[in-house]
Structures are given as C-alpha cells and as structure tokens.
C-alpha cells in the first residue's frame, strides 16, 4: 500500500513532442505529489509538485494532472527539448509524513 | 547561496574495509535525509535527521550503517566491512524543517564502488 508505481520505465520522444509519464498509488491518506528531475551526475531537484485539492497543476511546458477517484497522477511535457533528457521521478507522501515514498524512475531521452 | 555539499564525489574501496560519506546541508535547514540509489534504480530512504536526532534508523539496511549528525549541520554516513552489493550512489538532501511538503534540496551525491 506504501508503493508509487511508475511508468514507462524509458521513453523516447521526438523533439517538440509531448511526455507523459504515469504514476499510480494505493495509500488514499497520500495528499501530496512531487515530481523530481534528476540529470546525470547530479542529485534529484523538485520540478512541480501537486496537493488533491486540485486536478491539474501547470509550470511552464511542465504539468500535473491528478485523478483522485483513480489514483493516479501523471507528468506531461509539452514542446518536449533535448534539455529535457533525464530521468523523472514521481514522488507521494502521506499527510506531511518527514518520507516520501518515491516512484522507480523514467529515463526520459528527447531525439533533435 | 551553496547548495548540499556531498565529499568524496568518488570513493572506491575494497571490500571489508570501512568508509565514511560526509554532508554539509544548506545552512538553516533542520531536516537532512539520506539515500541511497543504484544503479538506474530509484532512491532507496536510509535515514533522516530532525536536528542532530535521527528518529527513525529502520531505513538502515544493516547494522554495519550508521549515521550521525553535529551541530545541527554536517552528516556523516558510515559503512562498517564494505560488501560489493553497498556500491551505489549515496544522495543526501536537505530541507528547511521535517515535512514532506518541504522541498528536497540534493546533493551531488558520493558514488562508491566496493571492489
């Protein structure tokens, strides 16, 4: 009940395309989404981050939406770049917990 | 400002031998957390301190794991007789208090490799 499963575990997307990325949970007490983009070498950094209070959350290129009856919530990347390649990690915690309960990662690569 | 710290950048080590993982965290964040990431794996939880407490060590994979934190500021992660399944990536993060809505600031990270 503790898992966030993500998904596609790899995904290749032509330039100025859209990533999407999928994660799913089981815990109802999660109220909090954050998503992580970690570039080689370097350590995971917050990207966007959502509560339940909404279904959608938009930062730029970047968006959330969220699906509370399904749970589930997913990243999407519009006008995908090339300096978008990395790998994105999904992120839930449940009702300010110290833990979030993290997601197995997507290596994102964008094809010039 | 500096961001986390994490030193070495490298450790490569023989098996049985013990290292040490330092952290310095952004100055003024209580929280500090410790991870754990192999390869094209997710983050593995280790350990997380409020102030220099560590509430919760059950992240720890063994007992040959151990973490301490001074001053309210730098970490020190400690592997006791190094095994070659402890190479991995070792992150450390820090947040300005102990809640999931903080946002995580990561280190670098401290690649270590147990030959």
């Known amino acids: 009940q503790q898992q966030v499963k993500q998904s596609p575990q790899s995904l290749i997307v032509q330039k100025g395309g859209i990533s999407i990325i999928n994660c799913a949970y089981e815990n109802t007490a999660f109220d909090y989404f954050p998503w992580y983009q970690q570039f080689p070498g370097k350590g995971p950094a917050l990207l966007i981050a959502?509560?339940?209070d909404v279904s959608e959350k938009k930062e730029g290129r970047f968006t959330i939406s969220f699906n509370k009856s399904a749970k589930q919530f997913s990243l999407h990347i519009m006008d995908s770049q090339p300096g978008d390649s990395a790998t994105y990690f999904c992120?839930?915690?449940?009702?300010?917990?110290?833990?979030?309960?993290w997601g197995a990662g997507t290596k994102l690569i964008i094809k010039p | 400002g500096a961001g986390v710290s994490q030193s070495p950048s490298n450790k490569v080590t023989e098996k049985g031998k013990d290292v040490e993982l330092r952290c310095d965290p952004i100055s003024g964040h209580t929280a500090l957390y410790w991870y754990r990431q192999s390869l094209g794996q997710g983050l593995e939880f280790l350990i997380y301190f409020q102030g220099n407490s560590a509430p919760d060590k059950s992240g720890l994979p063994s007992d040959r794991f151990s973490a301490e934190r001074t001053g309210g500021s730098v970490s020190t992660l400690t592997i006791q007789r190094t095994q070659q399944e402890d190479s991995a990536v070792y992150l450390c993060?820090?947040?300005?208090?102990?809640?999931?809505?903080?946002?995580?600031?990561f280190g670098p990270g401290t690649r270590l490799t147990v030959l």
């Open positions: 959502i509560r339940p």
């Open positions: 992120a839930a915690s449940p009702d300010s917990n110290y833990q979030l309960i």
């Open positions: 993060a820090s947040s300005l208090e102990i809640s999931s809505y903080n946002e995580q600031f």
